[in-house]
């Protein structure tokens, strides 16, 4: 398997997890971008946003359900979040299993860079 979320979400690679359930894993960025910044990973191998289908509407509602817990549990919801999926080289996407970033408690810019 040499997908690294997919070695992740097996626990075949550690990681600092913070929610679970049967369809979605969340853990640690490795590399943090702000005071929070936590990864939404669906169980379902999915490379890019290209790659999600019809059948994928009622995960990705889920992943968006789950940051909203995450965010709400770290104290940044009212303060304000940001959700980011990047998609292909331009974006800035290096692991191709789609993941939702959900980053906060710092200001942050706009435009993105
Ligand atoms: P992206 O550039 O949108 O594909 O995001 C990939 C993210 O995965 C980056 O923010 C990385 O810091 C993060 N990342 C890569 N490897 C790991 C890992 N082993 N554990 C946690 N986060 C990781
Ligand atoms: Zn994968």
């Known amino acids: 398997m040499s997908c690294i979320f997919c070695r992740i979400i097996e626990k075949r690679l550690s990681s600092?997890?913070?929610?679970?359930?049967d369809r979605v894993y969340a853990f640690e960025d490795i590399n943090p971008q702000a005071p929070v910044h936590t990864l939404i990973v669906p169980k379902k191998h999915i490379p890019t946003i290209l790659d999600v289908s019809e059948?994928?509407?009622?995960?990705?509602?889920?992943?968006f359900q789950?940051?909203?817990r995450i965010a709400i549990e770290k104290g940044i919801a009212?303060?304000?979040f940001r959700l980011v999926m990047n998609c292909n080289h331009e974006?800035?996407?290096?692991v191709f299993h789609i993941h939702l970033h959900l980053l906060g408690g710092?200001?942050?810019?706009?435009?993105?860079g």
């Not at 974006?91 to 290096?94: K, N, W």
């Open 106 to 112: 710092r200001p942050m810019h706009w435009p993105p």
């Open 78 to 80: 009212d303060r304000g």
């Open 55 to 63: 059948e994928d509407n009622e995960l990705i509602g889920h992943m």
């Open 66 to 68: 789950v940051a909203n």
């Open 91 to 94: 974006s800035g996407q290096t």
């Open 16 to 21: 600092r997890g913070v929610y679970e359930d």
